[in-house]
Every structure is written in structure tokens, then in C-alpha cells.
């Protein structure tokens, strides 16, 4: 099995390139998405959560509201930190559990957007960065997400800079180009992890 870290900063096209390795066959790993399945109703997470925030983070239905329980936590450091220590270590049981569950030779792809910010790249046997330049990014937010110009340049500037990524990549995938070229380089990084997995380990 090789498991492989995949981020890349935000409008970078991270997601365009999972997807694009789950087509080759690889098992993909989506942290973000975890993170939602472990706080859905009736869980022990969501429980937590509540516990530690109040009713008020509730949605009329039940469900956790996201924006209001954000708008607690990222003006508070601390606050953010008790989230992170409810979440964090659910996320990783079940990212554990679902690797498990692969075979010897998958290629296992963890979807993990603040890797870099969370010094995880120790975890993984290689981590693959999706890179774009600060222009292309800021380009894909307005125009393709309708995200007004100030609020993207905010969720970049609270990334981790550029070249703290790249510093801990060992593939950079450089996303400024055509779709179908980056749909050939992702075939080529793929031809690499196959033969990656399949060699035998150390």
C-alpha cells in the first residue's frame, strides 16, 4: 500500500486532481469530508460538540450550523482549538479504519487541505502538492466560486504560505495550465504511485 498526502492551497485545484486519481484507481481518503460524517446528527461527535458549545450551534433540524459554529471559533483561537481536539482525532480513527479496509496494493489518497499547516506529512509516504500561482487561485475564487475578491484573498492569506507547501512536497503538480493538460500529467504522477506500490518495501 502507498499512502499518499495530497493538498494544495485553496482554488489551486486540489479536488479536480483527486478526482482525476480516483478515476485511475486510486482509494481517496477526504478529510473534509469525514470531518462533516463525524459530527453528522446522533453522532458522539456532534454530542461533543455540543457539549462544548452550547445548543445555540444547532440547526433548527438538528444538524450542526457550520457558519455559526465558524463564526464562534475563528475569531477565538481557543475556541478552535477545543474544536480541533473533538474533530481531530475522529477524523483520524476513521481515516484509519477506511485505510484498513484497502488492499495491500492500493494507492491510498488522503484529501487533507491544511497538511502543511498541521505539520502531517510525517504520516504519509509521499505528499503530492497541487500548486497554482497566488493570481490563478485568486482568478478560480472570484470567478468560478462567485467569491467576492476580499473574502478570497482572506482564506488564502489564512493558508499556509506557498512555499511552506512546496517545501514539503515531493510531487508538486503545477496546476497553471489547460484541463487536459493537467489530465496528462495526473496520468503520468499515477504511472509513478502504481509503480511506487508495487515495489517491494524496504
Known amino acids: 500500500m502507498l499512502k499518499v498526502g495530497l493538498t494544495g492551497g485553496i482554488g489551486a485545484g486540489k479536488s479536480e486532481v483527486s478526482r482525476l ?82 488492499s495491500e496494493e ?19 509516504d509521499l505528499v503530492i502538492v497541487v500548486d497554482a500561482s497566488p493570481e490563478t487561485q485568486l482568478d478560480r475564487l472570484v470567478r468560478l466560486r462567485g467569491m467576492a475578491e476580499d473574502d478570497a484573498r482572506a482564506r488564502m492569506a489564512a493558508q499556509a504560505p506557498r512555499e511552506k507547501r512546496l517545501e514539503i512536497a515531493d510531487i508538486v503538480i503545477d496546476n497553471d495550465v489547460p484541463l487536459e493538460e493537467l489530465q496528462r500529467r495526473v496520468r503520468d504522477v499515477w504511472t509513478d504511485l502504481v509503480r511506487r506500490a508495487h515495489q517491494p518495501q524496504e
Not at 106 to 124: G, K, R, T, W
Open 106 to 124: 492500493a494507492v491510498v489518497v488522503h484529501d487533507v487541505p491544511l497538511l502543511a499547516e498541521n505539520s502531517l506529512a510525517p504520516l504519509y
Open 21 to 102: 486519481l480516483v478515476e485511475h484507481g486510486a482509494v481517496l481518503i477526504d478529510a473534509d469530508m469525514i470531518a462533516r460524517e463525524v459530527v453528522a446528527p446522533g453522532t458522539p461527535g456532534l454530542a461533543a460538540v455540543v457539549d462544548a458549545f452550547g445548543e445555540g450551534v444547532l440547526a433548527a433540524d438538528g444538524s450542526l450550523d457550520r457558519p455559526k459554529l465558524g463564526s464562534i471559533v475563528f475569531a477565538d483561537p481557543e475556541k478552535l482549538a477545543v474544536l480541533n481536539s473533538i474533530v481531530h482525532p475522529l477524523v483520524g480513527l476513521r481515516s484509519r479504519e477506511l485505510e484498513d479496509a484497502a
